[in-house]
Structures are given as structure tokens and as C-alpha cells.
């Protein structure tokens, strides 16, 4: 790495955690503010940063931490709760917001591969802005729905896109690779549920060192097998994510690993906050190239992707309650954040964008996030929503 790299990094980093903290005294995720920082420090305004390789492999290591970290966290049990009425709004949204971009970019771009993985990428919702704002009201009934969908969205995201972009990139590995990986993630799942027995009667501090270093290291390996055998790193580190939930959280009746286990995914989530993703969204600011952005495209997207949630996920919520609040469900589905631009990003990296799409839909989410907040903060103040 070189001197130039470093300062890049640096520069990046410091200038992106400045900006979170300005943006958040008036309540701006801060995804948005470390991509404004990238705008201003980089190559469009200022110039005081650039891309450069090492900062490329830093985005890539936060997409897969990123992956394992929606895998680990995901609340699971919390479908089960809201199950039908929440998974049909969430492939609802999904479903009339992929037909509406999808209509836009094709028609525009004729590419059919790109239009099919922007489109799905821009049918998700941001779960953990929507987490947070759920955390201002008290409306029982939106926060299970919203909750609920906001996963399910994240789970199609994630598999729909891994999926069809090996499909795209004509990643064919063979019987072999998957019987290789199968029997990794078999071996990791015996020996973590056997550790997981065993750590019950050990010291917590022993507990907490034990489960994170398996952890760490069944995400190494099963990621080195991935990219050694060709398979989509991605997905893999989405399901390892899940099936370590599910082992070590979820399977603990008594909560003894439970406390553990969320120690690592506080600790998951601090590390990808504070360096991870600011560095990813820097990068995903130095990327695009504003002259290249497709103004029609940009607005016509923006109103597909706006439509598609409101619609899609506040009728049949309010077909199934006749609550008139119904529409807040589709209102907070519009917010978009970390995941949608980490599946961008990978996108770009692989060729499966072009420059002009990739800079276009990169602003979508920024711009419909920020829509979503201000039509909620402004219906709040005038106490239309509790």
C-alpha cells in the first residue's frame, strides 16, 4: 500500500465521520453523509481524494462483512409474528416497485441483464433505517408490518441479485465446488453446535472469545472456498451468516450463547460503521461520474421506485386492515440505504453496469431516502401519525 493510498483512506475516513456528524444533529442517515463527503472531498468538487485500488478492496471486504452481518442479524423469528400478512406486503412492494424500474430501464437502455439486477437491487428497503425510525413512534401495527417486510425484501435482495449475477456473469462451477463447500458448511454447523454445548459451562469472557474466533474463522474459510471454486461470495456469507444465527441465537433456549453471540454482532456492527461502510460509500462517491448521469432516467426511476412501494406495499395492508394509517406502511418502505448501494457497487465492480447506469441508480436511493424522511417527519409534525 502506498503513501498516496494512505492518504486517501485516511482523508476519506476522517472527512466522512466529520459529515455523519453534522447530518446527524438534523436526524440524516448516515449513509447519506458519507457519500456527500465523498462528493465534496473527491474528483467532482474538491479533489482531495481519488480512487485507488486498495480503497476498491476495502469496499469489497465490507460488502461480504456487510452480507454476514444481515445473515447474523436477521430477525427471523419476527416473520412468524406478522407471517402472512407481512411477507405479502413485503413481495408486494417488491413485485410492482421491480416492475416499474424495470419498465424504465429497459425501455431506456435495452439491456436486459443490467435492467433485471438494478431493478431488483431497487425493490429493496432499507432495514436498518427503518429499524431506527420505527423506534420514534408507537404504532404497533406499522412497526410489525414494516419490520417484518423490510426483512423479507433484504432476503429476495440478497439471493435474487447473488443469484442472477452469476447467472449473468456465467459463473458455472462444478459438482465439485459445491460438494466441497457443502461439506465446509456441514463441518462448520456440527462444530459450532458442539462448541455451542460446550461453552454453556465455561467462563462468559471464554464463551465470548471461543464463539468469536469460529465465527471468524467459518467466514474465512467458507469465503476462501467461494472465491477459490468460483461461487458468489456474497450469497455464501449471507448464509453462513444466517445458519450461525440460527445455531448459536436461535437455538439456545436458556439465552446462554444468546448474550454472546449478539456481543459479536454489536461488535460486527461497530466495526462496519466505523470503517467499513464510510470507506464503501466514499468509494461509491469517487465511482460515479455526475456528467454521465441520465436525468430522465434518474427521475423516471425515482417515481417508479417511489410509486412502487407506496403502492404495492400500502394497498394490500389497508385491502387486509382497512386501517387508514395503512399508508405510512408504504411510506416507510421507501427508504433505502446501505444494502441497495453495496449491491450496486458490486455490480459496477463486475461489469454488469455501465458507467451511466451505475451513476444513475446510485442517486436513487439517496433521493428517495430523503423523500421518505421528509413526507414522515412532516406528517408527524402535523400529528398525523402517533
Known amino acids: 500500500m502506498d503513501s498516496y493510498a494512505i492518504y486517501t483512506i485516511f482523508l476519506g475516513l476522517a472527512s466522512a465521520k466529520v459529515f455523519e456528524f453534522v447530518f446527524s444533529r438534523v436526524k440524516i442517515p448516515s449513509l447519506i453523509a458519507w457519500f456527500v463527503a465523498g462528493i465534496i472531498m473527491g474528483p467532482h468538487l474538491l479533489s482531495l481524494i481519488n480512487r485507488c485500488p486498495e480503497l476498491e478492496l476495502f469496499s469489497r471486504i465490507a460488502t461480504i462483512f456487510l452480507m454476514f452481518y444481515i445473515g447474523f442479524s436477521t430477525n427471523y423469528s419476527a416473520i412468524l409474528r406478522k407471517v402472512s400478512l407481512s411477507i405479502i406486503v413485503g413481495i408486494?412492494?417488491?413485485?410492482?416497485?421491480?416492475?416499474?424500474?424495470?419498465?424504465?430501464?429497459y425501455s431506456i437502455t435495452t439491456n436486459l441483464?443490467?435492467?433485471i439486477l438494478v431493478s431488483i437491487i431497487l425493490s429493496n428497503t432499507a432495514s436498518e433505517i427503518v429499524s431506527s425510525m420505527m423506534l420514534t413512534i408507537n404504532n404497533f401495527f406499522i412497526y410489525d408490518i414494516v419490520m417484518t417486510a423490510s426483512i423479507v425484501d433484504d432476503i429476495i435482495a440478497v439471493i435474487a441479485v447473488a443469484m442472477m449475477s452469476s447467472i449473468f456473469l456465467n459463473i458455472t462451477a462444478n459438482y465439485f465446488s459445491y460438494i466441497l463447500l457443502s461439506i465446509t458448511m456441514i463441518a462448520s454447523s456440527i462444530i459450532v453446535g458442539l462448541f455451542s454445548q460446550y461453552i454453556k459451562k465455561t467462563h462468559r469472557l471464554l464463551q465470548?472469545?471461543?464463539i468469536h474466533t469460529l465465527t471468524l474463522t467459518i467466514l474465512g474459510l467458507s469465503i476462501t472456498v467461494t472465491i477459490w471454486t468460483g461461487i458468489n461470495e456474497l450469497l455464501i456469507a449471507y448464509i453462513i451468516g444466517l445458519m450461525l444465527n440460527i445455531v448459536l441465537i436461535r437455538g439456545d433456549a436458556l439465552l446462554r450463547t444468546d448474550t454472546?453471540?449478539?456481543d459479536l454482532t454489536e461488535f460486527l456492527n461497530k466495526l462496519l460503521h466505523l470503517l467499513f461502510l464510510p470507506l464503501l460509500f466514499i468509494y461509491i462517491a469517487l465511482s460515479i461520474e455526475i456528467e454521465m448521469i441520465n436525468i430522465n432516467m434518474f427521475l423516471m426511476l425515482l417515481i417508479a421506485s417511489t410509486l412502487g412501494k407506496l403502492i404495492g406495499c400500502s394497498l394490500p395492508a389497508f385491502l387486509k386492515t382497512r386501517r387508514r394509517d395503512s399508508i405510512f406502511i408504504g411510506l416507510i418502505m421507501m427508504l433505502r440505504g446501505t444494502l441497495e448501494n453495496t449491491l450496486l457497487n458490486m455490480l459496477y465492480l463486475h461489469n454488469l453496469v455501465d458507467k451511466m447506469m451505475y451513476s444513475t441508480s446510485t442517486i436513487v436511493p439517496f433521493i428517495s431516502t430523503l423523500l421518505s424522511l421528509a413526507l414522515f417527519y412532516g406528517l408527524r409534525a402535523s400529528k398525523a401519525l402517533k
Open 260 to 262: 454472546v453471540a449478539m
Open 208 to 210: 465470548r472469545e471461543i
Open 113 to 115: 441483464y443490467s435492467s
Open 92 to 105: 408486494a412492494g417488491v413485485t410492482i416497485t421491480f416492475l416499474l424500474c424495470f419498465a424504465v430501464l
